[in-house]
């Protein structure tokens, strides 16, 4: 189970915040989790632009406690490509 606060936020950067998500799952870019999924793992956040055009992002810091490293490439295969697998 993983679970993030949520950060505070006034009304209205709460409504615009819905819209995006709203806007989001009606073109299928995401999705609803079921009831029984919990997968809190990142916190959205509203960043507004001088132009008062606002942007949807995520906080996905918690995400990086979960996630394993790419393993590094040894000095050969970096030089002359990957190595074949039998």
Known sequence: MLRRPSYPESMETRKEIEEHINELLEIDVIRKIGQNEILEITTPVLITWHDEKSRL?????ALNNYTKADRQLKDSEARYGATQTK
Do not use: I, K
């Not at 992002?57 to 810091?61: A, L, P, Q, T, V």
């Open 57 to 61: 992002s995520g906080d996905f810091r």
